[in-house]
C-alpha cells in the first residue's frame, strides 16, 4: 500500500471519530472536523495525480516506440 493511501485511510478514520463526538456534543467545531476532512481529500487527490502522471509517462514512452518501430518498417513511406 503507498504512503498516500495509508495517511488517506488514518485521516479518513480520525475525521469519523471528530464527526461522532460532534454529535455526541462538547467536541470540536463542526470547521475543525472539514477542514481534517478536506486535508484527507488533498492527500488522496495528491496520490492519484503521481499515479496519473506515471502512467502518462508510460503512454508516451510506448508512443514514441510506435512511431520509431513504424519509421523501421520497409513499406513505410
Known amino acids: 500500500?503507498?504512503?498516500e493511501d495509508v495517511l488517506f485511510w488514518a485521516i479518513?478514520?480520525?475525521t469519523i471519530l471528530l464527526f461522532l463526538w460532534?454529535?455526541?456534543?462538547?467536541s470540536p467545531t463542526l470547521e475543525q472536523i472539514l477542514l481534517v476532512a478536506?486535508?484527507?481529500l488533498i492527500v488522496k487527490l495528491q496520490?492519484?495525480?503521481?499515479?496519473i502522471k506515471g502512467d502518462y509517462?508510460?503512454?508516451k514512452r510506448n508512443?514514441?516506440?510506435?512511431?520509431?518501430n513504424l519509421k523501421k518498417r520497409?513499406?513505410?513511406?
Not at 22 to 26: C, K, P, Q, V, Y
Open 47 to 51: 496520490g492519484d495525480m503521481k499515479e
Open 74 to 77: 520497409k513499406d513505410y513511406k
Open 57 to 59: 509517462k508510460e503512454f
Open 38 to 40: 478536506l486535508v484527507g
Open 22 to 26: 460532534f454529535f455526541l456534543g462538547n
Open 12 to 14: 479518513l478514520m480520525i
Open 63 to 68: 508512443v514514441i516506440k510506435s512511431f520509431e
Open 1 to 3: 500500500m503507498k504512503t
